[in-house]
Every structure is written in C-alpha cells, then in structure tokens.
C-alpha cells in the first residue's frame, strides 16, 4: 500500500503562488507516476499535472506555463509550483500515486487552494 500525505495548501491573493507537496510512504517502489488532480465541490476531479519515475511531466492545458510539477525521488515526494494564480484555480489539490499493478490510483487527502481577487 502507498500512503500520500499533502501540504502547502492555503489561502493567496491573484497572482501570488503557492507550492504544493505530496509525500509518500509505504509501498514506494511500486510507485510509477505521481501527480495531481483538483476538485471543487460536488464536481468531478481534473487533472493537473503528472510526473514519472523517469521524469517525464505532463500538464493540464489550463495551467500550463503557470504550474510546474517536479519529483524528489530520494525524498519520494513530488511538487507543485504553482504561479500566477487566479480565482479560478480554486480547488481542493489531490495528490495521487499510480501503483504498479494496480488499476485504481492511490490517492492523498486533500489539501484547499483557495485564491482571492
């Protein structure tokens, strides 16, 4: 089993930043990609950002050039550099793990992002 834990979220001003970070414990070598996912409210989650073992990112259109996701692979912890932000990136920010082996996502608690105009 892998065990995800968030933090970083809080409360920021438009156009400030915030880094997010998810540390993993447990079953870390089955671990292949790490990522994020945001949520608002009775609606679906949206992808964010995802990061490889081997380093390969991916990021959401809607914050590209604005986000930027990195991975600590000897602290098994992996960032979310987020800048730029606006009103609308309010969200709750979930990490996730993707285990080898497994078809669902492991995924962390949950941290709120909330920005103010």
């Known amino acids: 089993q892998v065990q995800l834990v968030e933090s970083g979220g809080g409360l920021v001003q438009a156009g400030g930043s915030l880094r997010l970070s998810c540390a993993a414990s447990g079953s870390i070598f089955s671990i292949n990609a790490m990522g994020w996912f945001r949520q608002a409210p009775g609606a679906q989650r949206e992808f964010v950002a995802s990061?490889?073992?081997?380093?390969?990112?991916i990021h959401a259109d809607s914050v590209k050039g604005r986000f930027t996701i990195s991975r600590d692979n000897a602290k098994n912890t992996v960032y979310l550099q987020m800048n730029s932000l606006k009103p609308e990136d309010t969200f709750v920010y979930i990490c996730?793990?993707?285990?080898?082996?497994?078809?669902?996502?492991?995924w962390g608690q949950g941290t709120q992002v909330t920005v103010s105009s």
């Open positions: 990061v490889t073992t081997g380093g390969s990112t």
């Open positions: 996730y793990a993707a285990v080898a082996g497994k078809v669902s996502l492991s």
